[in-house]
């Protein structure tokens, strides 16, 4: 009966050790395709700088929208020459939305409105240095006359390569840029 038993337990122990290794060869194989797939994983191209914390992060072109979306839950949605939406920058809010409606910007936080500030003209100029041209609007902080801000998209060869926006009237602006580019 234990002669039993020991060549019971022998036989069991060899189906296990015989299936760890067959499953482990299926392993390294499902492994190494895991791996090779990563590899094709783009890497983030655009650099969130908001009060000196740097995020990466992905530009998606969706309809007539750019979201800027990281993996930290980050989401920056950019229209008309307009950041419009934010979400997940808790130390601010929830969800940011920002409308502009002719000369004004009106900011809202998680649904509530925070302020209306009154802005100019875009204006164009061109960094003489790298030939960067610069979309520039000075907005005026609930309409005054002395406190303002600029809000500035940047472009080489048309093509958006940073931007910096105002995005709460508490807080100061966000920064997005190419990786490649080095706004001022």
């Not at 299926?26 to 994983?41: A, C, M, T």
């Not at 002719?102 to 409105?113: A, M, Q, V």
């Not at 960067?132 to 998209?153: H, K, L, P, R, T």
Request: aromatic share 12%; proline share 3%.
């Amino acid at each position: 009966m234990i002669q039993k038993i020991k060549i019971t337990i022998a036989a069991l122990l060899f189906l296990v050790i015989s299936s760890c290794s067959f499953r482990s060869t299926q392993y390294d194989y499902l492994r190494q395709i895991i791996i090779s797939n990563q590899k094709d994983i783009p890497n983030p191209e655009w650099i969130i700088d908001w009060s000196g914390v740097k995020y990466d992060a992905y530009a998606i072109n969706h309809q007539d929208a750019i979201y800027f979306a990281t993996t930290n839950e980050h989401l920056i949605g950019f229209r008309d020459k307009r950041i419009f939406l934010v979400r997940g920058f808790n130390a601010i809010a929830a969800e940011i939305k920002i409308e502009s409606d002719n000369n004004r910007i009106i900011y809202y936080s998680d649904n509530k409105l925070k302020r209306i500030d009154l802005c100019g003209l875009w204006e164009n100029k061109i960094h003489s240095e790298d030939k960067i041209q610069i979309e520039n609007q000075i907005c005026f902080v609930g309409g005054s006359d002395y406190n303002q801000y600029e809000n500035n998209i940047y472009y080489n060869q048309n093509m958006i390569i940073g931007l910096i926006f105002k995005i709460h009237p508490e807080y100061p602006p966000i920064k997005l840029r190419l990786k490649s580019n080095d706004i001022k």
